[in-house]
Each structure stands twice: as structure tokens, then as C-alpha cells.
């Protein structure tokens, strides 16, 4: 738990239940920090990256809970309690979040890396999208306000706030009032062995195919994507789960394949074949066109959010106006049209690497509890 230094360090995530970006940032941050305990409130190892299950990860009571651990989003009623049962002892809680983990309760300062505030309460509209229901929207309308009153006390809680990328920095401020620091997320170099995906060799036959790698969530447009290479002779590989999976593979055409829960080899297999990558989301961060770039490849992504500070239009990627069908095509077609060079795309990156990351975050938690002695000291 300490550093070296005498200095206790602890690592706060909302939950850890899930293969995706923050839960890629958690396992950089245990890196950085390797004697820090994780806590959280939900952990189901079976459903996020295998690391975790090496690490000392302590989840809250309502863990227990086997179904919730297999279906978070079913928790939410209940994880403003679980998130303010968490009890944290440490000098410094680097917390991770995206609507919970700011609530811990801990005994130190507090240095959150937030990748938005709860979608579900300040942009509801683009979390839900097309496929909200009306129980859903009764749901949200009942407890958005007990919520966001417990949500604007726990950011209240924190001593400091690093931002993910630019527009979130704005949204923090919009949603509570704070000032934060913008800190790139790092990408996750890839060293595992390239391993093929016998469903995926039968697919593509020979043949060039993109990507599309995202939680299947209504507001990732992954949906639109798919509509884009409908009716073309391009071919699309989508990875990823979540509640859109079943509705997504009754839209899509024989010229696209969904997988789901690959191995880190399987992924640089992917990522090193494909012609490139394509991501139509709202994203607070890209990660994925870092990912793709890291192996020479370019992107065509939404001109919106984090996808602005990740990608550099003509050195890694094209931008597309419209989460929309005829324009993600129209970027495809522009991509493929484009001569692109690999060590451009790889030097573009390098900006996003681990290193970097762990040393900002370790001049930060230094620098809060350097803080925090001289106040105690004075």
C-alpha cells in the first residue's frame, strides 16, 4: 500500500465488471501503483480483463450479490449506499470514475481522474438514445434527483480533479463548478502473441475488413456504423458487449461479424490486420483510434469529444460531421482513397503512452500529499 516513501496510496474504481477503457486506465494506474489496493463496488472476474484477478481488489458488500455482478446497470437504485459503505484508509485515493467512486468515503486526500459526470444524469438524452424505454425514462425521472444531489456532494468531496480529455474538462465544470487538469488517458501496448480468430478467418476469407471496437450502448452509434457498410462489399468486424447486442445482430448484414470477450492476442491479431478503424461514438476520450494507431492504422472517427484531442486529421485518421450512415461511409471511402504512412500514425501516438501517464499521476498524488504534511505540520 505505500510507495517507498511512507506515502499510502489506494486506487478507488465505481466498478469492475466490464472490458473497456477505464477499466484499461485502472490497470495503468496499478502499474503505477503496484502495492494499491483497488476498491469498488461491484467485481465479477469473469467479465473484465483477467489482470484483476491478480491484484488486491476489495469490493463492496454488494458484491454478493451474484446477479448484480453480471448486471450492474440493475445495481444503480443501489449504489449510492454501496459507494458511501466504501471506506477507503490511505494518504492519497487516486479514484477512477465516471459517477461513483468520487463517493467513497476515505481518510485522505482525494484525487479523482473523472471521465464524465454520471451520463445518465447531465446528458440523459445521449445515454438512453433511440432505444430508451419508458421504463427506463420513468426510472431516470424518479431518481435523478435524490441522485444528483448525492452526486454533487461527492465531487464536492474531492481535494483535486484531472479531466480525461478537453471537453470533459468543460463538462466538470459545468456539472459542479470545479477547475481540473486535462491528463490524456494512456494507451495499452499490446505485447501478446497475434492469435487468429477461427470465426473471424471463415468470415473474411482472404478479404480486407475495418473495425469497430465499442460497448454496445445506444449513444456509441454502433448501429450506424453497421448501416454504413450495408449494401457494400466492405467487410466490418465489431467487438464488444453490452444491452444493444441483441437488437444489433437482428440489423446486421451478412457483411458484418460481432465478437465479444477476446484475448489480448486476438485483439493484436485484429488490430494489425484490419484496414483500419471506425468509431461513429460520443466518446469523453478515444482510446481505440490510440490503439489502432499504435499499429499503424488509421481511423475515421465522429468530429465530436475526445476523438478531437486523440486524432490528427490526415496523419492518423478523417473526421466524419454525422453519426450517420452516408457520412461514415463517405469517411470510409475517403480513408481507403488516402495514402497513409504507419510510423506517422505510430509517432502521432506516442504522445498517449503509459509512461507519461504514470509519471503525471505520480507527481500528482506527491504533490496533494506534500500538501497535506506541511498543513498538518503548520
Not at 506515502?7 to 477505464?22: K, N, P, W
Not at 476515505?106 to 479523482?112: A, N, Q
Not at 446486421?252 to 484490419?274: A, E, F, I, P, R
Not at 504522445?351 to 504534511?373: D, G, I, K
Request: with cysteine.
Amino acid at each position: 500500500m505505500t510507495d517507498g516513501t511512507g506515502l499510502r496510496v489506494a486506487i478507488a474504481h465505481d466498478y469492475l465488471t466490464q472490458r473497456g477503457g477505464a477499466e484499461k486506465v485502472v490497470l495503468a494506474m496499478a502499474r503505477a501503483f503496484p502495492d494499491a489496493p483497488i476498491y469498488t463496488t461491484l467485481f465479477e472476474p469473469s467479465t473484465t480483463f483477467p489482470e484483476f484477478s491478480d491484484l488486491d481488489v476489495r469490493p463492496s458488500r454488494l458484491n454478493r450479490i451474484g446477479f448484480l455482478r453480471k448486471n450492474h446497470r440493475a445495481a444503480l437504485p443501489l449504489l449510492p449506499f454501496a459507494s458511501s459503505s466504501i471506506e477507503v484508509d490511505a494518504d492519497v485515493v487516486l479514484t477512477s470514475t465516471s459517477g461513483w467512486a468520487h463517493g467513497f468515503h476515505t481518510s485522505g486526500r482525494k484525487l479523482v481522474y473523472c471521465y464524465s459526470p454520471a451520463r445518465w444524469l447531465y446528458e440523459s438524452q445521449m445515454y438512453l438514445g433511440e432505444a430508451r424505454s419508458p421504463l427506463k425514462r420513468a426510472a431516470l425521472k424518479t431518481l435523478s434527483a435524490p441522485l444528483r444531489t448525492w452526486d454533487q456532494r461527492a465531487a464536492l468531496s474531492a481535494d483535486r480533479y484531472l479531466a480525461i480529455s478537453t471537453v470533459v474538462k468543460q463538462r466538470i465544470t459545468d456539472a459542479y463548478g470545479i477547475e481540473s487538469t486535462v491528463l490524456p488517458a494512456p494507451f495499452t501496448v499490446e505485447t501478446a502473441t497475434p492469435e487468429s480468430i477461427p470465426e473471424a478467418d471463415a468470415f473474411l476469407s482472404g478479404s480486407g475488413y475495418y473495425l469497430c471496437i465499442s460497448r454496445l450502448l445506444p449513444y456509441k452509434n454502433v448501429d450506424k456504423v453497421m448501416a454504413a457498410f450495408a449494401g457494400t462489399d466492405r467487410k466490418l468486424i465489431v467487438v464488444g458487449r453490452g444491452p444493444e447486442a441483441d437488437r444489433l445482430r437482428k440489423l446486421k448484414s451478412d457483411n458484418v461479424l460481432m465478437l465479444s470477450d477476446l484475448t489480448s492476442g486476438q485483439m493484436t491479431w485484429l488490430y494489425q490486420g484490419c484496414n483500419g478503424l471506425i468509431a461513429a461514438s460520443y466518446e469523453d476520450y478515444g482510446l481505440t483510434p490510440i490503439e489502432a494507431g499504435f499499429h499503424g492504422k488509421p481511423s475515421a472517427v465522429l468530429h465530436w469529444g475526445g476523438f478531437l484531442d486523440t486524432v490528427e486529421e490526415g496523419v492518423s485518421g478523417v473526421y466524419f460531421d454525422q453519426p450517420q450512415p452516408d457520412s461514415i461511409r463517405d469517411a470510409v471511402t475517403i480513408l481507403e482513397r488516402t495514402t497513409w504512412e504507419p510510423l506517422k500514425i505510430k509517432a502521432h501516438v506516442e504522445q498517449f503512452n503509459e509512461e507519461r501517464f504514470a509519471a503525471e499521476l505520480h507527481a500528482a498524488v506527491s504533490e496533494m500529499y506534500t500538501e497535506n504534511m506541511e498543513r498538518a505540520a503548520s
